[in-house]
């Protein structure tokens, strides 16, 4: 019976971590579509904010941005027909945010973004995407991982241009309009020649420089050679301190050793006065025998 429980027990377990595991794998995706891939100045594009998938949410918050040097808002955003299922509440400004009281999965059209594309927009690419500041799960009240495709525009003038001769300022900088379309550029040589010459002035001075540096090095040289001498000097001092050191070690051995030939002349001494009394005495007991 014990085995049994612990058997299920390990089960549920293992449910439970493959369920947390599945859950937080799911990532929602959100697609932008813009009406048109090409646009000319005055018209008005469509962007269609969709969501691919989602895992489940109460509340998305998103950051709307566009090209503002191309571009510029028409009306407010809006939601589209039937987005989130009816459920919540959409508020826009220039973002948007979408708000329940409990998760919903809904895949599909969520709101329209229009623009118009500026008279005097410069030709080129102009991009509209949305990051997503906020997304919350209402059963755990974790946060959702949302990946974003945004949309983008080309702007075209749809026309051949013919420029003028062009308009010089006082910078040097001339500006070109299209005779045709009123569509107009500016140049900068000037500015880029400018640049150029003082590029090439930075180098002259850099050049100039340069015989600095070797005099410096000359004159770390010469401190070389000075720093060698002094170590040379010091050397020598150092060997004729070891050699009076040696020396003086040499006397004091010689004094340390004289009081060792004393003694052994008083021991030699000694032992001759005792072998003279042993002498001494052993001839007296002759005489008397």
């Known amino acids: 019976m ?39 100045p005055g018209d008005t594009v469509t962007v269609t904010v969709s969501l691919d998938s989602n895992p489940g949410t109460c509340l998305l918050e998103l950051i709307i941005s566009y090209d503002e040097t191309r571009l510029e808002k028409v009306g407010d955003y809006a939601e589209t027909s039937g987005s989130m299922d009816g459920s919540g509440v959409w508020t826009f400004g220039s ?45 755990t009240l974790e946060d959702v991982s949302f990946t974003v495709t945004p949309a983008s525009v080309t702007v075209e003038s749809g026309c051949d241009h013919v420029y003028d001769d062009g308009v ?4 040097g900088a001339t500006t070109y309009t299209c005779t045709i379309c009123g569509y107009s550029y500016t140049d900068t040589p000037a500015a880029e020649a400018q640049s150029a010459a003082a590029e090439t002035a930075e180098n002259l001075d850099a050049d100039e420089t340069e015989p600095e540096a070797d005099e410096y090095t000359e004159s770390e040289t010469s401190s070389d050679f000075e720093d060698s001498a002094q170590e040379e ?34 021991l030699a001494a000694a032992i001759l006065g005792i072998v003279v009394i042993i002498v001494v005495a052993a001839t007296g007991r002759r005489d008397r025998w």
């Open 2 to 40: 014990k085995r049994l429980f612990a058997l299920t027990l390990a089960l549920c377990l293992c449910l439970g971590c493959l369920a947390v595991s599945a859950w937080a794998d799911g990532e929602g995706a959100i697609s932008m579509t813009a009406s048109t891939a090409v646009a000319s």
């Open 95 to 139: 973002n948007a945010i979408w708000d329940n009281d409990s998760n919903s999965s809904y895949t599909g059209a969520i709101a329209t973004l229009t623009y118009r594309v500026l008279d005097d927009a410069p030709e080129g690419q102009a991009d509209i995407s949305i990051s997503v500041r906020s997304a919350m799960d209402w059963d």
């Open 168 to 171: 010089e300022d006082a910078s």
């Open 233 to 266: 000097t010091r050397a020598e001092e150092t060997a004729e301190t070891i050699n009076t050191t040696e020396s003086s070690a040499g006397e004091r051995e010689t004094k340390s050793f004289q009081p060792t030939i004393v003694f052994w002349i008083a």
